[in-house]
């Protein structure tokens, strides 16, 4: 899915792999921030990596053009390329599944270590973890919306009409690759057909932030909300390469409050004054064993 968070920011490297953990003292001074009280947390793409999502500027990440809105909006063969790569990719998200770092997340919530959770992805993984107020900057990939009237239909729905549209497409193009945000790269797109509304008959788009489009400011007032209630922000698996993350960075900074980052390559805030804490490493291990420090 073609989102400001991935295709625009390509937000940050965070996953486990077989790396070591983070240095205990960067442990320690991270775990000693919340004598201060609760952190809000930041994150980015690094942060699904670990449940079989690509990102956009880890190491190895393929090359990646951005999809547009107005692309989107304006021209019949970009919504062809966006169902068809989301019609494949669905095939390997059905067994998406939350990974050790959003149940950190979660856990870090539930213990009240945490006032919120911000997030750059459109997977749906911190909910699915058990997160509760969760900030989706960008959206959520598992609902659709028609242009016209707003109306809104599951993701499972609209790809049940493409599959009648369009029959035999899946077996063609089951092994087409797959993209950041879990999408794939069909070529074979010129005879595919588009579901449109069935209420009205106007395009459907999926309900998140295209490359070109703003947070809506519910959205992002709401992740301001939970940084004003924390007493620190931690930045998790997001380099920071969008402007989105910035501004919630610069929020923090009025106020004062120290910012610890995880993450595997550089971030945009790595020679902020405001930085406190910087782990080099995957979110899955870090955040585990910030959760587990704290559950002592």
Same mark, same amino acid.
């Given at each position: 899915?073609?989102?400001?968070?991935?295709?625009?920011?390509?937000?940050?490297?965070?996953?486990?792999?077989?790396?070591?953990?983070?240095?205990?003292?960067?442990?320690?001074?991270?775990?000693?921030?919340?004598?201060?009280?609760?952190?809000?947390?930041?994150?980015?793409?690094?942060?699904?990596?670990?449940?079989?999502?690509?990102?956009?500027?880890?190491?190895?990440?393929?090359?990646?053009?951005?999809?547009?809105?107005?692309?989107?909006?304006?021209?019949?063969?970009?919504?062809?390329?966006?169902?068809?790569?989301?019609?494949?990719?669905?095939?390997?998200?059905?067994?998406?599944?939350?990974?050790?770092?959003?149940?950190?997340?979660?856990?870090?919530?539930?213990?009240?270590?945490?006032?919120?959770?911000?997030?750059?992805?459109?997977?749906?993984?911190?909910?699915?973890?058990?997160?509760?107020?969760?900030?989706? !900057?960008?959206?959520? &990939? #598992?609902?659709?919306?028609?242009? *016209?009237?707003?109306?809104?239909?599951? =993701? $499972? /729905? %609209?790809?049940?009409?493409?599959?009648?549209?369009?029959?035999?497409?899946?077996?063609?193009?089951?092994?087409?690759?797959?993209?950041?945000?879990?999408?794939?790269?069909?070529?074979?797109?010129?005879?595919?057909?588009?579901?449109?509304?069935?209420?009205?008959?106007?395009?459907?788009?999926?309900?998140?932030?295209?490359?070109?489009?703003?947070?809506?400011?519910?959205?992002?007032?709401?992740?301001?909300?939970?940084?004003?209630?924390?007493?620190? !922000?931690?930045?998790? &698996? #997001?380099?920071?390469?969008?402007? *989105?993350?910035?501004?919630?960075?610069? =929020? $923090? /900074? %009025?106020?004062?409050?120290?910012?610890?980052?995880?993450?595997?390559?550089?971030?945009?805030?790595?020679?902020?004054?405001?930085?406190?804490?910087?782990?080099?490493?995957?979110?899955?291990?870090?955040?585990?064993?910030?959760?587990?420090?704290?559950?002592?």
């Amino acid at each position: 899915m073609h989102t400001a968070d991935r295709d625009a920011s390509g937000t940050g490297d965070g996953g486990c792999g077989s790396d070591k953990p983070a240095p205990n003292e960067h442990l320690e001074q991270l775990t000693a921030l919340f004598e201060r009280g609760p952190a809000a947390i930041l994150t980015g793409a690094g942060m699904s990596t670990d449940s079989g999502i690509p990102d956009y500027r880890g190491t190895g990440s393929p090359p990646r053009t951005p999809m547009s809105i107005e692309q989107f909006t304006n021209d019949a063969h970009y919504r062809r390329r966006f169902w068809a790569g989301a019609r494949i990719g669905a095939l390997r998200l059905a067994n998406l599944r939350a990974n050790a770092g959003h149940e950190a997340v979660a856990r870090l919530e539930q213990a009240g270590h945490l006032t919120g959770v911000i997030t750059q992805n459109v997977d749906g993984l911190h909910t699915a973890a058990g997160a509760v107020n969760v900030a989706e !900057l960008h959206g959520s &990939g #598992s609902t659709m919306r028609c242009i *016209t009237e707003g109306h809104r239909f599951t =993701r $499972a /729905e %609209t790809l049940a009409w493409f599959d009648a549209a369009n029959p035999g497409f899946v077996e063609r193009n089951a092994d087409a690759p797959t993209n950041p945000d879990g999408d794939a790269d069909v070529t074979a797109i010129d005879s595919v057909r588009v579901p449109v509304c069935p209420a009205c008959g106007a395009t459907l788009r999926p309900d998140v932030v295209y490359f070109g489009e703003h947070v809506p400011k519910p959205v992002f007032a709401h992740a301001e909300q939970i940084i004003a209630d924390a007493e620190m !922000l931690i930045i998790a &698996g #997001s380099s920071l390469a969008v402007n *989105t993350g910035v501004r919630l960075v610069h =929020r $923090a /900074e %009025t106020r004062g409050i120290p910012i610890a980052v995880i993450n595997r390559g550089p971030t945009a805030v790595d020679r902020r004054s405001s930085l406190h804490t910087r782990i080099e490493g995957g979110t899955s291990e870090t955040l585990s064993a910030l959760a587990a420090a704290l559950e002592r």
